[in-house]
């Protein structure tokens, strides 16, 4: 199974009468005049909380499914990003809505980690997080009995800060701004992971998600479509 991206134009220009007549002042232009809104720094946030980049009013919403430990949909961030932030969501021809399909307790501690900061800073971690799994990830592949028992038994926050301890998300986050009791508060968010497992339940159950990465064109999920090559020519058919 498979598992499952305001250009502000100035110009100086003195106005010069011909003539003997005297120049004139220049018309001082008003701010951001002739600008466009920078849709690959906008993200708002639908209803059910899930983070979107782009014009939220765009013709063509993508919905991607995605996990964090699925190499799969690492592969596609790496091979989508530019294109998709250049050519569909930059002109504002379409957004990016991510939707967390939660397959394991790494995942999830993941996904409360980009759920839970800011919301501008989402797409930022999102992509962090997916372009740097092959390294992050190395800990699942090496760890022991005992380390996969404090992942899975005891109190929840226990539970997400043994992962964030073995995993070296505190260093990870660090280096992004988010200091340790900040990254605490988010790995103790019971309330934002049950959210996060009902959606999950919720893709399976209603959208008929089976695995990721998977995806959505304006509702409608993709039959046969898991990786950029297959997406990307049902995308510019519809964005040309």
């Known amino acids: 199974m498979i598992r499952k991206i305001a250009i502000i134009t100035f110009a100086a220009a003195a106005l010069i009468c011909s003539g003997t007549g005297a120049a004139q002042p220049a018309r001082k232009p008003l701010p951001n005049a002739g600008a466009r809104p920078n849709w690959n720094a906008t993200v708002t946030t639908t209803p059910e909380g899930n983070r979107v980049l782009g014009n939220p009013a ?22 989508s990003e530019g294109e998709l932030k250049l050519g569909m969501v930059g002109p504002g021809k379409g957004a990016i809505e991510i939707r967390n399909f939660v397959r394991d307790p790494v995942d999830m501690t993941v996904a409360l980690i980009t759920n839970c900061a800011p919301a501008n800073r989402f797409f930022t971690l999102h992509t962090a997080f997916m372009r740097a799994q092959s390294t992050w990830i190395q800990p699942l592949a090496n760890s022991t009995e005992a380390q996969r028992q404090r992942w899975s038994t005891g109190p929840f926050a226990s539970r997400t800060r043994a992962i964030a301890a073995d995993f070296r998300f505190y260093e990870f986050m660090a280096a992004r701004g988010m200091d340790r009791p900040a990254l605490d508060r988010c790995l103790g968010n019971e309330s934002l992971a049950k959210r996060l497992a009902e959606q999950t339940q919720q893709a399976v159950d209603r959208q008929g998600v089976t695995g990721t990465p998977s995806f959505m064109l304006d509702g409608i999920l993709l039959a046969g479509t898991h990786n950029w090559a297959t997406l990307r020519p049902q995308l510019m058919a519809r964005t040309k």
């Open 58 to 79: 765009a013709a063509l919403r993508l919905v991607e499914y995605v996990s964090y430990t699925c190499p799969h949909c690492a592969q596609f961030e790496i091979e």
